[in-house]
């Protein structure tokens, strides 16, 4: 009976206390505690965990964009405007108004900026774009409204704020309230729904809106003299801010690197003045783009150098955690994630 109450406190010192000493001594340095300090200081630790937030991104795409003008002035002669069909009648008056509106291409789209995760909530974030479009003439019955260009430059620096709509934490929600018909006594399919919740799921879906300023840049040099004075470019970005919105996709390549397809419209305006400079015609121009880019994620923790460690999960070394692997490479990776 002795021995048996000796086995019996044995087993409960072996359940309760050697997996504590196993924590306290993890040879391998392998933890999931949260909040681990990575840097040896406490400030150090405060501006990992800040510059963590942080992310650069690049992107590159194209566009094509839509212009037009509602035209009317007292003083037509003094604009650009010809007709490019021979019918009969198709002169217009001081009193006409006249719609016109051309397509062309935007190519390329080049975006580099940096954008902040607020909670896997919001986004916000800038940066500083620029863009090589083509003009076509805009035309309207039977008339022609040329530019002084083919082509165009715009740089722009811009503003983005976003909302998240779909991620990981978000498809756990979904999976817990599609399970709900599922009585908790049913094992199977309790084990089930913790196995899909558990998987890594690396797609975010962000709704997007975009506003900035724009700056136009034209071909023609600004030295150039016309007619003894200094030539002055006729077509002008509106003052006003622009708007967009658009639907941005990412797909995690790891817990810091990202790729993202980015869809949306941008909505501008621009002003064209007569040849005297007397008079102003709005043109409204519409752009429906499309970018990848690449997205990375500082890094707060600090790559391991600790010679003949080879751990290459995230571990600790004297209470500091460090990383083992890339930062395109998951950093806790489970079986079928290595490669």
């Known amino acids: 009976m002795k021995s048996k109450k000796h086995l019996v406190l044995a087993l409960i010192f072996f359940v309760h206390f050697l997996p504590l000493q196993a924590q306290d001594e993890d040879i391998f ?3 999931d505690k949260a909040k681990n300090p990575k840097s040896e200081s406490g400030v150090g630790n405060a501006f990992r965990n800040v510059i963590e937030l942080f992310a650069l991104e690049i992107s590159t795409g194209a566009a094509y964009h839509q212009i037009g003008t509602t035209f009317y002035s007292e003083n037509p002669s003094l604009y650009p405007i010809t007709q490019y069909q021979n019918f009969e009648n198709s002169a217009f008056s001081l009193q006409d108004t006249l719609s016109f509106s051309s397509n062309e291409w935007i190519f390329p789209l080049v975006n580099a900026g940096v954008r902040i995760n607020l909670f896997n909530l919001l986004t916000i974030g800038g940066g500083y774009g620029m863009e090589w479009g083509n003009l076509a003439p805009m035309r309207g019955n039977d008339h022609e409204f040329a530019f002084e260009g083919a082509s165009y430059q715009i740089s722009k620096t811009y503003g983005t ?13 979904f999976l817990k309230w599609k399970y709900r018909r599922y009585s908790t006594n049913n094992l199977y399919m309790q084990s089930e729904l913790r196995q899909r919740a558990r998987q890594n799921y690396p797609w975010r879906f962000i709704l997007e809106g975009e506003f900035g300023k724009m700056k136009l840049k034209n071909s023609v040099a600004p030295s150039l003299m016309v007619g003894g004075v200094p030539y002055v470019p006729r077509l002008a970005v ?18 810091y690197a990202k790729f993202f397809v980015k869809g949306g419209a941008e909505f501008r305006k621009f002003t064209y003045a007569s040849s005297d400079y007397t008079e102003f015609q ?15 994620k500082i890094p707060g923790t600090k790559r391991c150098k600790i010679g003949g460690c080879g751990v290459v999960m995230k571990h600790l070394h004297d209470g500091i955690e460090y990383r083992g692997s890339s930062i395109f490479n998951l950093q806790n990776r489970k079986i079928g994630q290595w490669y």
């Open 29 to 31: 340095g392998i933890s």
């Open 161 to 173: 704020v976003g909302l998240v709509l779909y991620d990981a934490k978000r498809r756990q929600g």
């Open 238 to 255: 509106s003052p006003d801010p622009y708007m967009g919105v658009s639907m941005r996709v990412e797909y995690d390549f790891s817990e």
């Open 282 to 296: 709005n043109i409204d121009q519409n752009v429906y783009g499309l970018q990848a880019g690449l997205a990375i």
